[in-house]
């Protein structure tokens, strides 16, 4: 099977890359560098999601796309100026919009799977997310619609983590005090691990995935249904 990863050289995205392989499959990682892979048998496609991914109109076929990058902007929203905001939804947002568009005739002849990522924030509704919550909400509305649309050749499905252990949250866990406030904020007592989140990625992207679409998966240590 082969599978693109976009934002595939790091944190969770390098964790699907590294599961996909282990798993015997063939995969393509499109990202600015390849720094952290370079060890890994990889196709690498330089990209970078805010400007032009013409190259990948270059597949034949594909099973399978997974879209990483993202952000994680705290603030009160009285100090969010209008261009932050357009940044995030630029990066969240637009980037997995014009990959999936790119993709989509490869995506289509290997009746492939697309996940994306949202947040928990987004049916929670915590302080200092709007920016965040803001454009993976869309991810959310925008899983549900080329869900329905892409029916039944390419399945479409988001996965909503909570904080999770990555370079990308790296200010929010930088002492052990905020690792064990966010520790006890979930019912589970821990953190993400990047791990946790590409277990799930890797099944709604394969076969086993196969009669799954349309969903926005909670993988947040119980954080957005348990009390």
């Not at 099973?63 to 929203?77: A, D, E, K």
């Not at 980037?95 to 989509?104: D, E, F, V």
């Not at 302080?127 to 649309?149: D, M, N, P, Q």
């Not at 799954?212 to 954080?223: A, K, L, N, S, Y």
């Amino acid at each position: 099977m082969k599978y693109l990863i976009v934002g595939g050289s790091k944190g969770i995205g390098k964790a699907c890359t590294e599961l996909l392989l282990e798993q015997g499959n063939e995969v393509i990682v499109a990202a600015r560098t390849n720094d952290e892979i370079s060890h890994l048998p990889v196709e690498f496609v330089e990209v970078d999601v805010l400007g032009d991914v013409s190259t990948l109109e270059d597949f034949d076929d594909l099973n399978g796309l997974i879209y990483c990058p993202g952000s994680i902007n705290l603030r009160p929203f009285n100090r969010f100026s209008e261009d932050e905001f357009k940044a995030d939804f630029e990066l969240n947002v637009m980037g997995a919009i014009k990959c999936i568009q790119t993709c989509l005739p490869a995506l289509k002849k290997g009746n492939g799977s697309v996940v994306l990522f949202s947040t928990v924030a987004v049916q929670q509704g915590m302080a200092f997310h709007a920016s965040v919550a803001a454009s993976k909400g869309a991810i959310e509305g925008l899983t549900r619609s080329l869900a329905s649309e892409f029916a039944p050749h390419v399945r479409v499905n988001a996965i909503a983590p909570s904080l999770t252990d990555t370079p990308l949250a790296e200010a929010l866990l930088s002492n052990d005090k905020k690792r064990e406030a966010s520790e006890e904020r979930h019912p589970l007592k821990r953190v993400g691990k990047a791990q946790d989140i590409a277990s799930m990625a890797v099944h709604l992207v394969s076969e086993n995935g196969s009669w799954i679409t349309g969903q926005v998966i909670g993988v947040d240590g119980g954080m957005s249904r348990v009390r």
